[in-house]
């Protein structure tokens, strides 16, 4: 199994809110059953919090000492408390997941009675231990740098997503395989998603073509690298990047195979809405190259394809709780699913993703039971998944609706989708 479907992009969206704070007021500090920060908090918040709110980092409010968390405790309380922080979605009990730095209840309640007990800082002579905090993988090695050609500054006409394709030629003139990549946004004010797309060599006349019939640097292309339809099932995906996103790693052995003679179709999606400043942007790519034959690997995107052409996936005007669900057969000799991700927009509440086994077992990939469209990531297992002929992969979206207007599939942020992202291996 190579290419299941040939689909839009799927959107991100990331934000930082700038919570209000202080130090909550009483006596804990004198209570010993009140947890300190320096014995009880601490070691929590540099794992699951530092690496963004730290000077520097893209979380807001940000704090360098002891004494300035303090300040931010009945923020940070609340914000555990109802699970807006830290930004991982994927609920507990589906899968096991690399990198997992979200809070079981226990931490969270540790965080909360703190905050409530007046926040002490207790005795540095009781710290614990301090982890390193989590932070988003990068490459080992950058083999091969690509940019846009050009800096590029989104214009809208109407609305604020500007979607926008760049080609870039592919440098090698043998065949290759990519083993990992690292996104560069470049003006992180607007740019709100990235894919890079491989253009196969027998379709690189059609991109070009649209490429010429514009101005400017780049094309339009809304929803796709664009293209017929034989030359869109020939496009497959070298990568994709969101807010929050580092470097991916391909499994030991395995690797995106490019050809010689193609094209990157490097799409970016800048939404203008509360940008302060639009500049010119020169986004980027770098990549991890192998000579050497690598196995398979494929960033498979899955959705009902009938959706995507407008049929279906009605969310009707003033509804909450609708449910629309797609599944897929796996036939031949299957694969082997490494992550797994479910992108929707800002109407999306809930979300799963599973594998339904020919033997009668389940594997639960990954399962949002409270979807947040500003904080979205790939969640990779620590035990991949095996597909095997005759299992069935379904994937479930749940949206409410509060607004007057009928929403179905569509590229704007005002629309909406359901698209399950997984890399494969064989």
Known sequence: MRHLLVLPLFLFGCSSAKDSGGAASGAGADDPDTPTWHRDVAPIVAFSCDSCHQPGG?????????????????????????????????????????????????????????????????????????????????????????????????????????????????????????????????????????????????SVDTYRALDAAQEGEGYTCFGGPGGDVDSLGRMRWLGAWAPGSGASVMPEGTGIRVEPGSLVAFQVHYNLAGAETVGADQSGLDLMISEEALGWADIQPWTDISWVIGAGMEIPANTASVEHAFSYTVE?????????????????????????????????????????????????????????RGDVVHLSCTWDNPTDEDVKWGDGTADEMCLGVTLLTE
């Not at 979300?351 to 399962?367: F, I, K, P, Q, Y």
């Open 58 to 202: 893209v979380g807001s409010p940000t704090w360098s000492t002891a004494e300035e968390a303090t300040e931010w405790a009945v923020a940070i309380a609340d914000a555990v408390q109802y699970r807006r922080m830290p930004p991982w979605q994927a609920s507990d009990g589906c899968a096991d997941y690399v990198g997992d730095f979200s809070l079981d209840q226990d931490q969270i309640d540790t965080i909360v009675a703190w905050a409530e007990g007046g926040a002490p800082l207790g005795s540095e002579s009781d710290a614990a231990t301090i982890p390193d905090p989590f932070t988003a993988p990068v490459l080992e090695r950058v083999d091969m740098e690509i940019r846009i050609p050009e800096p590029y500054t989104p214009t809208v006409a109407e609305g604020t997503d500007d979607y926008r394709c760049f080609l870039i030629d592919w440098p090698y003139d043998e065949t290759v395989w990519v083993s990992g990549y690292q996104i560069r946004p470049d003006d992180r004010e607007t740019v709100h998603h990235v894919i890079p797309y491989i253009i196969e060599p027998g």
């Open 332 to 388: 031949g000799s299957g694969f082997t699913i490494e992550t797994a991700s479910i992108h929707m927009h800002n109407l999306g509440q809930q979300g799963r993703m599973w594998v339904e086994h020919a033997d009668g077992s389940e594997s639960c990939l990954v399962d949002y039971t409270d979807y947040d469209f500003n904080w979205q990531r790939g969640y990779r297992f620590k035990e991949p998944v095996s597909a095997t």
